[in-house]
């Protein structure tokens, strides 16, 4: 547990601290989950754990509609409507005791007070008419009576005047069911009012008019019989009453919206002994809304400390699992451990498929394309076995989150098992889709089955959910296929796919590679091939190999003719240099192959094939000119072998020391004059040993008998490049 021992080590610890205290916030761990999901079929009735309530929209609207139904209509009233009657009688009055004699004018305005004849009414004769307008005169000759008559009018029509008065037209735009309705009386001394219905329509007001000016006109007649007066004006005025009150629509529309608006919302209360849901129907929405509300009572209900004892709980958990994949990485994946980043790539994506998981089982029971996701990325960025354990444990904290059901697991479980186990090598990006039709099909047939099993009925929605299930494992080859690109970018990792795009002989610092110094060229192409198959031979990566070799030289082109394999038999750049300096000159090509490199945005992969193809190996052939310069001269200083040494890293993996191995001896083997099989494996064998005992290897995990393989796959292809000729005689002279 080294790795976990050093005090760099805390902040490790502290970032899974912060991640699990974040996953507990969002999923609300302090809780346990509800554990219903649409379409499931419940066994038996389920009753609720607590009493709880919901909204009652059905008794809700009644009440809404009951309380529009009794809101008031809103009338204008308009009391100069009266007034003006009140004004033409008296008009009419005065031209009346001002006539001079009863002329045809006069007899029409006096008509007016008397019904017209029909076969119900006998109005008076033209004599009596005459003479009742006689005693009209004759009383209103008295001082004072004109204005007392007036007085006494408007006294009797006042009262309506405020309240108003309702037209049988009115009365018909009236809205719902209210006794009463609003008037409002518009002017200086504008108010509002509650009124009976009763009180202002127009029959009942006529009535009391008729009452109401009987009193009045009464207090007029001193003895004499008004009768006939009463009569008159009391027809006058039922025929001429006028309606004051306008129906206002908008103003009502108001009211009623207001008495809408004042309506509680009604609420159905469930006990723990009434069902919430019936047995053997299936849950849909209206089912899943009571359940949840039912959920959140229980919760709402739980005390602090069944709470904090939960998210303990939860929390452990979290740790539980992350240790496990702790353990994992300590012993397998050491260098995630190593480097705050790698930690932080690999924790981020875990967490955050955790919290997507729970928000997408909660919405769409869609967890499994999260996952599927996270798992297809680990495959690719690390090891499959890795990524079968996280799978496991992130699928694990989904469902005791979420409140997913077994079925949910075995179904994540499976799919993701299914798409990792064939993330393989990923050479097409057709791959990816075939991966995720693949995790479908699992996904679909698992789903289904298991549910069958768990006791849900064959039906068309079990169907259909398990169809839902494998869309998504499909989905997620899809959005794989198109996060790839992000994914390598993220991760620094080069697959299959941008692999064989890279190797293609087009790139341009290959075709600069071949224009500048064609010799590295063709020995770069050489070295790819033979290093392919030996990476092969060891099960690592051949094809990373193979691209690794391409440009593993690229920093010769920059001074081409002071390497051998760019150089004629009679230019050598070398001779008469000092060896220190011509070792500085062969070194800089590792420096300078880096620089070109991350100028032209190769992937850091391939820059570690530049910077570790030699390792901190000797550049043996100037170090052996310097030795033998100071044999040969004693007062020379003696030879610093640091200075003819590469300066590193060493080979931090095996594919690059299978490359330092191919390199070293294909460079090698030019020498050799009769290259037979024999003589190849005899310098294979000493270049490699040389290295191996100078700890070139220490740092790549290389085993003895992964270097005896390569040895033998480096050997059988050397052998056949330089495969001995059959020699033809030479033509005879005539």
């Known amino acids: ?19 699990a205290v974040a996953l507990w916030l969002l999923t609300g761990a302090w809780n346990p989950p509800m554990q219903y999901r649409l379409g499931y079929v419940p066994p038996a009735e389920i009753h609720p754990r607590v009493q709880f309530s919901v909204d009652d929209d059905q008794a809700t609207v009644k009440m809404q509609r009951d309380a529009e139904n009794e809101a008031m209509s809103v009338y204008t009233n308009e009391p100069a409507r009266l007034e003006q009657m009140r004004t033409r009688l008296q008009t009419i009055i005065n031209q009346l005791t001002q006539a001079k004699q009863f002329d045809a004018e ?43 008559f007036q007085q006494r009018v408007e006294a009797a029509l006042k009262p309506f005047a405020s309240r108003g008065i309702m037209a049988p037209d009115q009365l018909e735009q009236k809205q719902g069911q209210a006794a009463s309705i609003i008037v409002v009386t518009a002017g200086p001394n504008s108010n509002q009012q509650i009124i009976s219905l009763n009180d202002v329509l127009r029959a ?121 994949c702790a353990i994992y990485l300590v012993v397998k994946c050491p260098r995630i451990l190593r480097d705050l980043n790698e930690y932080l790539l690999f924790l981020v994506p875990t967490c955050a498929a955790i919290a997507l998981g729970y928000w997408f089982d909660d919405r769409w029971q869609a967890e499994v394309l999260v996952v599927m996701i996270l798992a297809m990325t680990i495959s690719i960025v690390y090891q499959q076995e ?42 097409s990006r057709n791959k990816l889709l075939f991966v995720g039709i693949w995790a479908g099909v699992v996904a679909f047939t698992t789903n289904y089955g298991v549910s069958i099993v768990a006791g849900q009925p064959a039906t068309l929605a ?77 099960r690592a990566n051949g094809l990373l190999v193979r691209v690794g070799a391409y440009f593993h030289d690229i920093g010769k082109m920059l001074k081409p003719e002071y390497f051998v394999e760019n150089q004629t038999a009679s230019d050598n750049r070398h001779d008469g240099l000092n060896p220190a300096i011509s070792t500085l000159v062969i070194i800089a090509h590792v420096k300078d192959g880096a620089d070109l490199a991350r100028q032209n945005r190769l992937p850091r992969a391939i820059i570690d094939f530049i910077e570790q193809h030699h390792g901190t190996t000797l550049v043996e ?70 290295r191996l005992l100078d700890g070139q290897f220490d740092e790549c995990g290389l085993t003895l008998q992964e270097l005896r393989q390569i040895q033998n796959s480096v050997t059988k292809s050397l052998t056949a490049v330089y495969h001995g000729r059959v020699k033809y005689p030479s033509s005879q002279p005539a």
């Open 1 to 19: 547990m080294s790795e976990l021992s050093h005090p760099d080590k805390l902040l490790y610890l502290a970032c899974a601290l912060f991640a």
């Open 106 to 148: 006069v007899e029409r305005l006096w008509n007016e007070f008397f019904p017209i004849a029909d076969e119900t009414v006998a109005p008076p004769n033209p004599m009596e008419r005459e003479e009742q307008f006689t005693r009209l005169k004759t009383l209103f000759q008295r001082e004072g009576m004109l204005n007392a």
């Open 204 to 324: 009942q007001v006529l009535e009391k008019i008729r009452k109401s000016l009987q009193l009045e006109l009464e207090e007029l007649s001193k003895g004499e019989d008004l009768r006939f007066l009463v009569e008159a004006v009391t027809f006058w005025v039922e025929k001429n009453l006028p309606g004051t009150l306008t129906f206002d629509r908008q103003a009502t529309i108001l009211e009623r919206e207001k008495a809408v608006a004042a309506v509680e919302t009604q609420q159905r209360i469930y006990s723990t002994k009434e069902p919430v849901v019936q047995g053997g129907v299936p849950l849909q929405g209206r089912e899943l809304f009571l359940l949840r509300r039912e959920h959140e009572a229980y919760c709402d209900q739980r005390s602090f400390l069944s709470k904090t004892i939960y998210s303990l709980a939860i929390l452990g958990m979290y740790y539980a699992l992350g240790t496990l």
């Open 386 to 427: 890795f990524a079968l354990l996280v799978t496991a444990c992130v699928s694990l904290a989904i469902v005791l989150t979420s409140g997913s059901s077994l079925v949910g697991f075995v179904t994540v479980a499976a799919s993701c098992s299914a798409a990792t186990l064939s993330m393989t090598r990923i050479r």
């Open 462 to 538: 079990l169907l259909e959910a398990a169809a839902w299930q494998g869309a998504y494992a499909v989905g997620a080859g899809i959005l794989m296929t198109v996060l790839l690109p992000f994914v390598e970018k993220a991760y620094g990792i080069l697959t299959d796919i941008s692999l064989l795009e890279l190797g293609d002989a087009a790139h341009p610092l290959l075709q600069k590679l071949a224009q500048r110094a064609p010799g590295t060229y063709n020995h770069s192409i050489t070295v790819a091939s033979i290093a392919e198959a030996a990476a092969d031979s060891i």
């Open 621 to 690: 052939y100037f170090y052996r000119v310097a030795s033998a310069k100071v044999e040969a001269n004693p007062d020379e200083r003696e030879v610093d072998e640091t200075i003819y040494r590469y300066p590193g890293p060493k080979p931090q993996t095996k594919e690059a020391a299978v490359l330092m191995i191919c390199d070293a001896v294909e460079s090698a083997c030019r020498t050799l004059v009769e290259p037979t099989s024999a003589r190849i494996e005899a310098l294979v064998e000493e270049l490699s040993m040389k």
